[in-house]
Protein backbone atom coordinates (compact mmCIF):
# COMPACT_ATOMS: atom_id res chain seq x y z
CA UNK A 1 0.00 0.00 0.00
CA UNK A 2 1.29 3.78 -0.79
CA UNK A 3 -0.32 6.54 0.19
CA UNK A 4 1.17 9.80 -1.18
CA UNK A 5 0.53 13.49 0.07
CA UNK A 6 0.45 16.60 -2.14
CA UNK A 7 -0.11 20.46 -2.39
CA UNK A 8 1.54 21.59 0.63
CA UNK A 9 3.84 24.78 0.57
CA UNK A 10 4.14 28.49 2.21
CA UNK A 11 1.00 30.91 2.35
CA UNK A 12 0.35 33.62 4.45
CA UNK A 13 -2.18 34.15 6.83
CA UNK A 14 -5.78 34.38 5.24
CA UNK A 15 -4.64 32.46 2.15
CA UNK A 16 -5.83 28.76 0.86
CA UNK A 17 -3.94 25.62 -0.03
CA UNK A 18 -5.79 22.32 -1.40
CA UNK A 19 -3.71 19.40 -0.43
CA UNK A 20 -4.74 15.79 -2.29
CA UNK A 21 -3.88 12.39 -1.04
CA UNK A 22 -3.62 9.19 -3.39
CA UNK A 23 -3.23 5.46 -1.97
CA UNK A 24 -2.90 2.33 -4.09
CA UNK A 25 -2.65 -0.52 -3.19
CA UNK A 26 -5.68 -1.10 -1.35
CA UNK A 27 -9.68 -0.97 -1.95
CA UNK A 28 -9.95 2.85 -1.94
CA UNK A 29 -13.54 2.70 -1.79
CA UNK A 30 -13.65 0.27 0.76
CA UNK A 31 -10.99 2.30 3.31
CA UNK A 32 -12.08 5.19 5.43
CA UNK A 33 -9.56 8.09 4.95
CA UNK A 34 -8.19 10.67 6.98
CA UNK A 35 -5.90 13.64 7.24
CA UNK A 36 -4.16 14.27 10.60
CA UNK A 37 -1.17 17.03 11.21
CA UNK A 38 1.59 17.48 13.85
CA UNK A 39 3.89 19.73 15.30
CA UNK A 40 7.36 19.25 16.42
CA UNK A 41 7.04 18.11 20.05
CA UNK A 42 3.46 17.75 20.03
CA UNK A 43 0.95 14.92 19.44
CA UNK A 44 -0.56 14.09 16.03
CA UNK A 45 -4.02 15.99 15.51
CA UNK A 46 -6.89 14.62 13.67
CA UNK A 47 -7.89 17.00 11.59
CA UNK A 48 -10.61 15.93 9.57
CA UNK A 49 -12.06 12.13 7.98
CA UNK A 50 -14.50 10.91 5.11
CA UNK A 51 -16.09 7.17 5.26
CA UNK A 52 -15.82 5.38 2.46
CA UNK A 53 -18.32 6.44 0.09
CA UNK A 54 -18.47 10.25 1.08
CA UNK A 55 -20.01 10.15 4.53
CA UNK A 56 -20.27 10.76 7.48
CA UNK A 57 -17.49 13.28 7.32
CA UNK A 58 -15.84 14.71 10.91
CA UNK A 59 -13.39 17.56 11.41
CA UNK A 60 -11.59 18.76 14.31
CA UNK A 61 -12.80 21.71 16.28
CA UNK A 62 -9.91 23.74 15.50
CA UNK A 63 -10.68 23.47 11.65
CA UNK A 64 -14.57 23.58 11.58
CA UNK A 65 -15.33 26.07 9.11
CA UNK A 66 -12.58 26.48 7.33
CA UNK A 67 -11.51 23.17 6.34
CA UNK A 68 -13.61 20.16 3.74
CA UNK A 69 -12.76 16.94 3.14
CA UNK A 70 -13.74 15.08 0.05
CA UNK A 71 -12.95 12.29 -2.05
CA UNK A 72 -12.98 10.86 -5.85
CA UNK A 73 -12.98 7.30 -5.69
CA UNK A 74 -12.85 6.72 -9.08
CA UNK A 75 -9.15 8.46 -8.74
CA UNK A 76 -8.24 6.70 -5.19
CA UNK A 77 -8.32 10.13 -4.05
CA UNK A 78 -8.74 12.34 -0.88
CA UNK A 79 -8.40 16.10 -0.69
CA UNK A 80 -8.64 18.52 1.77
CA UNK A 81 -9.49 22.49 0.68
CA UNK A 82 -8.17 24.26 3.59
CA UNK A 83 -9.57 28.34 3.87
CA UNK A 84 -8.54 30.67 6.25
CA UNK A 85 -5.48 29.46 7.35
CA UNK A 86 -3.53 30.88 10.41
CA UNK A 87 0.08 30.42 11.86
CA UNK A 88 -1.40 27.53 14.22
CA UNK A 89 -1.97 25.67 10.86
CA UNK A 90 1.18 25.83 10.86
CA UNK A 91 2.18 21.76 10.79
CA UNK A 92 3.29 18.69 8.71
CA UNK A 93 0.13 17.44 7.28
CA UNK A 94 -0.37 13.69 6.42
CA UNK A 95 -3.56 11.28 4.93
CA UNK A 96 -3.67 8.10 6.17
CA UNK A 97 -6.23 4.80 5.14
CA UNK A 98 -8.29 2.33 6.83
CA UNK A 99 -8.03 -1.21 6.21
CA UNK A 100 -11.21 -2.64 4.77
CA UNK A 101 -13.43 -3.81 7.31
CA UNK A 102 -11.07 -2.64 10.12
CA UNK A 103 -12.77 -0.94 13.01
CA UNK A 104 -12.06 2.97 12.97
CA UNK A 105 -12.17 5.84 15.29
CA UNK A 106 -12.77 9.22 12.68
CA UNK A 107 -9.85 11.30 14.53
CA UNK A 108 -7.93 8.87 16.03
CA UNK A 109 -4.14 8.39 14.40
CA UNK A 110 -4.13 4.67 15.88
CA UNK A 111 -7.01 2.98 13.83
CA UNK A 112 -5.42 3.96 10.61
CA UNK A 113 -3.08 1.47 9.22
CA UNK A 114 -1.74 2.75 6.27
CA UNK A 115 0.23 6.41 6.50
CA UNK A 116 1.40 9.24 3.88
CA UNK A 117 5.27 10.66 3.96
CA UNK A 118 3.18 13.93 4.88
CA UNK A 119 3.53 17.39 3.32
CA UNK A 120 4.46 20.56 5.51
CA UNK A 121 1.74 23.51 5.26
CA UNK A 122 3.86 26.69 6.79
CA UNK A 123 1.33 30.00 7.39
CA UNK A 124 3.01 33.04 7.64
CA UNK A 125 1.08 35.84 9.55
Known amino acids: VEVVEVGGGSVQAGGSLTLSCTAS????????MGWFRQVPGKEREGVSS????????YYGDSVKGRFTISRDNAKSTVFLQMNNLTPEDTAMYSC???????????????????WGQGTQVTVSP
Open 96 to 114: AAVASGRWWQPLLPITYDY
Open 50 to 57: IDRDGGPI
Open 25 to 32: GLDFGASA
